[in-house]
């Protein structure tokens, strides 16, 4: 079954697919799936009909993170509160498809927001996975996008106030991190029976070192120069490639449902792995296989894209 999804990125909706997967034939799930924050329409996966959603203030014109999104949910409305609840929803509704396919002691990344990645380890838990770590992504550089409530006021003509609050900010700190969880599949008997049988559940330490130091569950990558930007919520190449060595060998198969631009197969194709890829909307994926055509010549023993 899985020869026709071997190597290749399904444009459609990936639940239809899911359940066609050979049961026990994936070795690493590694996907950036959507957050449920509202980044773009693709990423609304709630009821919540804020008509600030994916709207765009005049501070946001021509800025490049949440350019659609308008002001913050401020959590008054029960449609708000429920948006978390719904993500989950959404999770579980492919979760539980992904269970049978995995092999025992197999690893599942599954990137996350900071604010709503609860909602997933609820959702991969209640599916039966179990979390094994939360690692750290920490980038290279962040934009702090709060606002100076002194400039608010001052805007206002409350210029008494903006004296009062210099030096305040209305929003968070800058977002150098995000979160990366880590699952494992159940396995029976023992760990080191498990790698014997089905060959995954150990961590290629060697293979992951930076400067000759063990890696740590803080990971610190960024973009390559050359590295094409063609996906708003794109993933730099090294991130994917480190998990893929960290957890994987030449030749197994990893599953990335939600492949936006293509970043799990181009690190799959440049590691020799094979992969399994569904997008859902056809921009991205037109986009992807772009991506993916210099990749062509890489050595893969399998048929790649056509
Ligand atoms: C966070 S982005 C992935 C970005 C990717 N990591 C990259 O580097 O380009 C998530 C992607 O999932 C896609 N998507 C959302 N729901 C989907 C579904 N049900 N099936 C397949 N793809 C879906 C979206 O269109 C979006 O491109």
Redesign the pocket.
């Known amino acids: 079954m899985n020869e026709s999804y071997l190597n290749t990125v399904i444009n459609d909706?990936?639940?239809n697919h899911l359940p066609r997967i050979e049961d026990l034939s994936i070795d690493l799930f590694l996907s950036?799936?959507?957050y449920g924050i509202s980044l773009d329409r693709?990423d609304v996966l709630h009821n919540n009909t804020n008509s600030a959603l994916l709207g765009c203030s005049p501070a946001q014109v021509g800025k490049p993170g949440f350019k659609r999104r308008g002001k913050p949910i401020n959590g008054w409305s029960q449609a708000d509160r429920n948006i978390g609840k719904e993500y989950q929803e959404w999770c579980s509704s492919w979760s539980g498809l992904l269970f049978p396919k995995m092999k025992d002691g197999s690893s599942l990344f599954v990137f996350g927001a900071r604010r709503t990645l609860h909602r997933v380890i609820n959702a991969f838990e209640d599916s039966g996975f179990i979390l094994k770590d939360v690692l750290a992504w920490k980038k290279v550089s962040a934009h702090h996008r709060a606002q100076r409530a002194s400039n608010v006021f001052r805007k206002r003509g409350l210029d008494q106030e903006a004296k009062e609050w210099e030096g305040w900010r209305l929003g968070n700190l800058a977002p150098i991190y995000e979160p990366i969880a880590w699952f494992f599949k159940p396995y029976r008997l023992t760990v080191t029976d498990n790698l014997l049988k089905h060959k995954v559940g150990a961590v290629n330490i060697e293979a992951c070192k930076t400067n000759g130091l063990a890696p740590t569950n803080l990971l610190e990558f960024g973009f390559e120069n050359n590295e094409k930007r063609v996906?708003e919520?794109?993933?730099p190449l090294s991130v994917l490639e480190f998990l893929i060595k960290l957890t994987t060998r030449e030749d197994q198969v990893v599953l990335d449902?939600?492949?936006?631009?293509?970043?799990?197969a181009a690190a799959c194709m440049r590691l020799k792995r094979n992969f399994i890829g569904?997008?859902?909307?056809k921009d991205?994926y037109d986009r992807s296989i772009q991506r993916l055509e210099i990749f062509k010549n890489v050595n893969l023993r399998k048929k790649l894209l056509n």
């Open positions: 909706d990936c639940k950036d799936i959507p693709w996906h919520a794109q993933k449902p939600f492949m936006g631009s293509g970043t799990t569904f997008e859902i909307n991205y």
